[in-house]
């Protein structure tokens, strides 16, 4: 069975600081994986994404993920944290050999920005 | 213009009444997705359809019906609102290709 786990609801840092928001999965098949960001009162627009390529992935406004199988994790970074990237974070772990049913969604992570 | 759009953005009403809530994408993918979101529980899905003749409940689509008119549209409906389920509601589609997932800006729906 899938699953995943934010480990943190809410994280807070200064501005130009780096950020982590941790995220744990469960998967009985090779997963792909998907980082989500929602700026308040707006849709979900898709970060990055993991798909059984390189471990290290790239994404858009200076993020990145790294899929690390023997930890089970994929945490999101970013070295230097800006304003506007105060938003909700989404881990999201999917099974392509599945349904759309095996789309599991993380609890989600605030972050939040300090001046 | 955006890819995915949903009607109402806002809606208030009352317990018992039916509310229907509109999806479409100018993306030309086959699948499409309802899922609420409430605050702490992420997102859940209701209802997806992989094809205009493809509809599968999700996780939670108790008190929930879906209606696929075209490829481009995809419609969920309350038969008779109740409190419980007020929450901001999200609309997806996907190519099938990959499980990249391209939401619409949500609804708000508030039940009294």
């Known amino acids: 069975a899938q699953s995943v786990t934010q480990l943190d609801s809410h994280v807070s840092v200064s501005e130009g600081t780096p950020v982590l928001l941790r995220c744990n999965y469960s998967s009985s098949y090779s997963p792909s994986l998907f980082w989500y960001v929602q700026h308040p009162n707006k849709g979900l627009q898709l970060l990055l994404k993991y798909t059984s390529a390189a471990t290290l992935v790239k994404g858009i406004n200076g993020f990145e993920a790294e899929f690390k199988k023997s930890e089970t994790s994929f945490h999101l970074t970013k070295p230097s944290a800006h304003m506007s990237d105060a938003a909700e974070y989404f881990c999201?772990?999917?099974?392509?050999?599945?349904?759309?049913?095996?789309?599991?969604f993380g609890s989600g992570t605030r972050l939040s920005i300090r001046p | 213009d955006a890819d995915v759009t949903q009607t109402p953005r806002n809606r208030i009403t009352k317990t018992g009444k039916r509310i229907m809530l509109e999806c479409s994408q100018t993306?030309?993918?086959?699948?499409m997705y309802w899922y609420r979101q409430d605050p702490g529980l992420g997102l859940q899905l209701i209802y997806y359809?992989?094809?205009?003749?493809?509809?599968n409940k999700g996780e939670i689509s108790d008190g929930y019906s879906v209606s696929r008119q075209a490829q481009a549209k995809f419609s969920l409906s309350l038969e008779s609102a109740i409190p419980n389920q007020t929450a901001l509601y999200f609309c997806a589609t996907s190519d099938g290709h990959t499980d990249t997932q391209y939401f619409g800006p949500g609804t708000r729906l508030t039940v009294l």
């Open positions: 993306k030309g993918h086959d699948r």
């Open positions: 999201v772990v999917s099974d392509r050999r599945s349904s759309a049913s095996k789309i599991i």
């Open positions: 359809s992989f094809d205009v003749k493809d509809i």
